[in-house]
């Protein structure tokens, strides 16, 4: 699995847009970033993934870049329930079997919503 | 859907004491996991399973014992409970066959905290 470097921590206002960067220089073109948060004492839930277009769903958009060296999630109104570490990964999609399946965290960015 | 649950959601042993934990998806996963998450390491795969009946190691599984008898159901055991298992285990179930990515989207349970004194 391709490498990401997130930086440890940021905030922001309650209502206003998070933008949370990832950095995968690295990654190959049959791999996918995928976005995981974990809210304190909580298990990782599952937030979005892309390979290449921008993604959207209820949650949160995936902005990836055209050369995919980086991307961006973006929590559109955050809330204070929003407050959690966020983990971005990348892997292949196929292919996987058996411990490779496995999910490996970083140390993710830890995201402060403030009232 | 309920999605992954694990029970308990606390457990307090003695050092030599034995305790399951047991996990159940009602999604008709094939693939499930034991991880173990422990302050500054991350997770950590204890076992997992490809399917019903099967089950193999994983990064950390000494002292752990698993099984799958049914698809929907992964127990965890201790056998002899050490203070080094004081931890928090998330179980987690995934797809193995979508196409689009979402063949490792993975779903956790809440977690059991286990203090093992």
């Known amino acids: 699995d391709a490498k990401t470097t997130q930086p440890p921590s940021m905030d922001c206002a309650e209502g206003r847009a998070a933008n949370l960067p990832c950095n995968h220089s690295?990654?190959?073109?049959?791999?996918?970033v995928y976005w995981y948060r974990q809210i304190h004492s909580q298990g990782p839930q599952y937030i979005i993934h892309g390979l290449k277009n921008n993604e959207t769903n209820e949650m949160a958009s995936l902005i990836i870049t055209e050369d995919r060296k980086s991307s961006t999630l973006i929590l559109p109104h955050a809330t204070l329930r929003d407050t959690a570490v966020y983990y971005c990964?990348?892997?292949?999609?196929?292919?996987?079997?058996?411990?490779?399946?496995?999910?490996?965290f970083g140390k993710g960015i830890t995201l402060s919503v403030r009232p | 859907n309920a999605g992954v649950t694990q029970t308990p959601k606390f457990r307090v042993l003695k050092t030599g004491q034995s305790m399951t934990l047991l996990c159940a998806q009602d999604m008709n996963h094939e693939y499930m996991y034991w991880y173990r998450q422990d302050p500054g390491m991350g997770l950590r795969l204890i076992h997992y399973s490809v399917g019903e009946g099967t089950t193999a190691k994983g990064e950390v599984p000494d002292g752990y014992n698993v099984s799958r008898l049914k698809k929907q159901n992964f127990l965890l055991g201790l056998e002899s409970a050490a203070p080094s298992q004081t931890s928090v285990y998330f179980c987690a179930s995934s797809y193995t066959r979508l196409a689009g990515g979402r063949y490792n989207e993975q779903f956790f349970g809440p977690g059991t905290r286990l203090t093992v004194l």
């Open positions: 990964i990348v892997r292949v999609a196929f292919g996987l079997t058996g411990a490779n399946s496995k999910l490996t």
């Open positions: 690295t990654i190959s073109g049959n791999e996918y």
